[in-house]
């Protein structure tokens, strides 16, 4: 049977690393006090479509329900559990998820992610222990060839609240800037040459703690965008000191997901560009629940994490060559070797797969291993 656009079977080493991804970021998330939360994969499509969440209907896989409401395949983690935490006793401060999102504007409509949501917590602190986390969880990995960058929604909302433009024009100067088409930015924001000139500039304003320095200096008069900076500037001296080698700024960065509200990171990997995680703080979303919050989280691509382990490679291979008489025995044998890929046959089609094969033989009633 043929399957829709997106969808995919999926077998063997893909789905033995997906599984050894998320049994490691349940222990580093265990460790570091998370509790666990999961939501369902069906929800109302108003929970991400309302002003608040912002998201497009469009990209989401939906269907009318007999009571004639829109329903979804769960497209967001992030709003789904701010839902779900309204109910919650605010003590518990750290939560952990794990499992899919299902999007149409994506290469496959499903997307495996691990993430992590910190609520009633000092800003600081929250994004200090989401970023933390995440060198944590890569670390434990083995993945060490991947940088961090940071950018803030408040650079990009404090320089054009003078243009007093309307939602439709502030979109497309939003979106302008995310595709970094300079011409256009400048285009859009004509009608004050100055703020024109510095969004333009921004469009370039990436790079390491250089550009932090320059932009600490040229918002000096500036007390929003002097706090903004300084604080980026925190941020990535805490990664410094921990031991992250490459932190970089993205200053002329603005939302991809209409409810961020501060700072905003993202994880890439050197080798290849793709990004690994991605996340910020997103106090704004508790509004719809008639709540003031403090909330930051991140979530992992578990999909391109997975590519980069290969777990069959740490394992040896083992074959117990046996017999129906034999297979009681065989099975105790196969106890002795817990730290293996052990594998009972009747008969060895093709010994190269394995990295050592055993055989059971009987001798006076008695059963003996001899390898072979």
Request: charged share 30%; glycine share 6%; with cysteine.
């Amino acid at each position: 049977m043929f399957l829709p656009a997106g969808s995919q079977d999926e077998i063997g080493n893909r789905l033995n690393n997906r599984s050894r991804a998320y049994e490691l970021f349940r222990k580093i998330t265990f460790n570091r006090n998370y509790k666990q939360i999961s939501t369902p994969v069906v929800e109302y499509a108003n929970t991400f479509t309302n002003k608040h969440a912002g998201m497009d209907l469009r990209n989401m896989l939906k269907w009318f329900s007999k009571e004639g409401e829109i329903e979804v395949l769960r497209p967001d983690w992030t709003t789904a559990i701010a839902r779900a935490l309204v109910n919650q006793h605010p003590s518990q401060l750290k939560w952990s998820y794990q499992g899919s999102v299902f999007r149409s504007d994506k290469d496959g409509i499903e997307s495996r992610q691990a993430g992590i949501e910190v609520v009633h917590t000092p800003t600081f602190l929250g994004e200090s222990e989401c970023l933390l986390t995440a060198v944590s969880y890569l670390k434990e990995l083995q993945i060490d060839s991947y940088l961090i960058e940071l950018g803030h929604t408040g650079i990009f909302d404090e320089l054009t609240a003078p243009l007093q433009l309307d939602e439709i024009e502030l979109e497309k100067l939003r979106i302008a800037m995310h595709d970094k088409r300079k011409d256009e930015v400048y285009q859009i924001a004509s009608d004050n040459k100055e703020i024109a000139g510095q969004l333009t500039e921004l469009v370039d304003a990436f790079g390491s703690f250089d550009i932090i320095e320059y932009y600490e200096k040229h918002w000096k008069d500036n007390d929003r965008l002097l706090e903004i900076i300084q604080h980026i500037k925190q941020l990535a001296s805490l990664l410094k000191e921990s031991g992250v080698e490459d932190v970089l700024v993205d200053l002329g960065r603005v939302k991809n997901l209409p409810y961020y509200c501060g700072t905003m990171f993202r994880g890439f990997l050197k080798d290849n560009g793709a990004t690994c995680f991605s996340g910020g703080r997103y106090d704004k979303l508790y509004e719809q629940f008639n709540e003031r919050i403090s909330a930051v989280g991140l979530a992992f691509d578990v999909d391109v994490l997975s590519e980069k382990l290969d777990i069959t490679d740490q394992y040896e291979k083992i074959c117990i060559l046996a017999s129906e008489e034999s297979h009681v025995y065989a099975e105790t044998i196969r106890q002795s070797y817990s730290n293996c890929i052990v594998d009972i046959k009747y008969e060895l089609v093709n010994s190269d797969e394995f990295d050592k094969v055993i055989q059971i033989v009987k001798d006076d009633n008695n059963y003996r291993v001899v390898e072979k």
